[in-house]
């Protein structure tokens, strides 16, 4: 019997562990957020950096980039500026393309799948609401995948991102 209530707590407690380090980490409008992942042998580390931006205020560059990125609220949005990640401590170049754009980022979250992870980011609000699903491996950042949070499973955009095989210096 012992062993047996032993058994439901080691299995409750690994499901709540589990449960623990799947939440999304929440964004803050201006700053850093580190978010971070483990599959088998390999560590993943995403930091997004995100800024609020107010056209209003702003300059008319400033207030051309507000008007671009961000819905039109009236009021100021936060847009991520950097994403910088790391697997296995061994920095991957991101392409710009992969985070610009996206405003109001709420939360973040690095699952892996397969051999890849996935950084799952959710922004905006109501019909604006959003996912973005950038995919990378332990090489290089192989996909984004945007998608409205009212269905999540049909994607809106997506852009692969390719190796070049043959260097421009000929």
Request: proline share 5%.
């Given at each position: 019997?012992?062993?047996?209530?032993?058994?439901?707590?080691?299995?409750?407690?690994?499901?709540?562990?589990?449960?623990?380090?799947?939440?999304?980490?929440?964004?803050?409008?201006?700053?850093?957020?580190?978010?971070?992942?483990?599959?088998?042998?390999?560590?993943?580390?995403?930091?997004?950096?995100?800024?609020?931006?107010?056209?209003?205020?702003?300059?008319?560059?400033?207030?051309?980039?507000?008007?671009?990125?961000?819905?039109?609220?009236?009021?100021?949005?936060?847009?991520v500026t950097g994403l910088e990640i790391t697997v296995n401590g061994r920095p991957l170049a991101v392409?710009?393309?992969s985070f610009r754009g996206l405003g109001n980022v709420r939360t973040a979250k690095l699952v892996p799948?397969?051999?890849?992870?996935?950084?799952?980011?959710?922004?905006?609000?109501?019909?604006?609401?959003?996912?973005?699903?950038?995919?990378?491996?332990?090489?290089?950042?192989?996909?984004?995948?945007?998608?409205?949070?009212?269905?999540?499973?049909?994607?809106?955009?997506?852009?692969?991102?390719?190796?070049?095989?043959?260097?421009?210096?000929?």
């Amino acid at each position: 019997m012992r062993s047996l209530c032993g058994l439901f707590l080691g299995l409750f407690l690994a499901n709540a562990a589990f449960a623990i380090d799947d939440r999304p980490v929440e964004l803050p409008a201006d700053g850093q957020t580190v978010v971070e992942g483990v599959r088998a042998k390999q560590s993943a580390r995403a930091m997004v950096t995100t800024m609020v931006m107010s056209g209003a205020k702003g300059s008319p560059d400033v207030a051309a980039l507000v008007e671009r990125e961000c819905a039109a609220q009236g009021r100021p949005c936060s847009l991520v500026t950097g994403l910088e990640i790391t697997v296995n401590g061994r920095p991957l170049a991101v392409p710009r393309s992969s985070f610009r754009g996206l405003g109001n980022v709420r939360t973040a979250k690095l699952v892996p799948k397969g051999k890849s992870f996935h950084l799952v980011l959710r922004g905006g609000d109501g019909a604006e609401g959003f996912v973005a699903t950038i995919v990378f491996d332990r090489d290089r950042v192989l996909k984004r995948r945007l998608a409205s949070s009212l269905a999540p499973e049909d994607a809106l955009e997506e852009t692969t991102y390719r190796t070049q095989k043959e260097s421009f210096d000929r």
